[in-house]
């Protein structure tokens, strides 16, 4: 089992900065995938970015430019650096875990697709005002 808390949500106005974090643990070393994912309200939960275990990142069109993402392995935390902010980012923002890995390009690699993830913290809102 992993367990996941994210942190560092709030509100903000259009254009500012808000850094969430996900600290994991339980059985993390069966992990191969960390992601970041949002669901707004009436919407479907979306994929904002994932990242694996060689710290490669691949992210949504719609935050490509403006988050990042990245790890601390050592403390078992996720980050999320959310940039340029828009009133559109508004939702409720979740970490997620999962083992799940496809051979891509000569690689193995990690999907933004929630069915992939098998682990989720709780969620942290973040609210972006025009």
């Known amino acids: 089992q992993v367990q996941l808390v994210e942190s560092g949500g709030g509100s903000v106005q259009s254009r500012g900065s808000l850094r969430l974090s996900c600290a994991a643990s339980g059985d993390t070393s069966s992990i191969a995938c960390l992601g970041w994912f949002r669901q707004a309200p009436g919407k479907e939960r979306e994929g904002v970015g994932v990242?694996?275990?060689?710290?490669?990142?691949s992210y949504a069109e719609s935050v490509k430019g403006r988050f990042t993402i990245s790890q601390d392995k050592a403390k078992n935390t996720l980050y999320l650096q959310m940039n340029s902010l828009k009133p559109e980012d508004t939702a409720t923002y979740y970490c997620a875990a999962g083992r799940l890995t496809y051979y891509i390009g000569g690689r193995w690699s990690c999907r933004s697709k929630t069915t992939d993830f098998g682990y989720w913290g709780q969620g942290t809102q973040v609210t972006v005002s025009s």
């Open positions: 990242i694996d275990l060689d710290n490669i990142t």
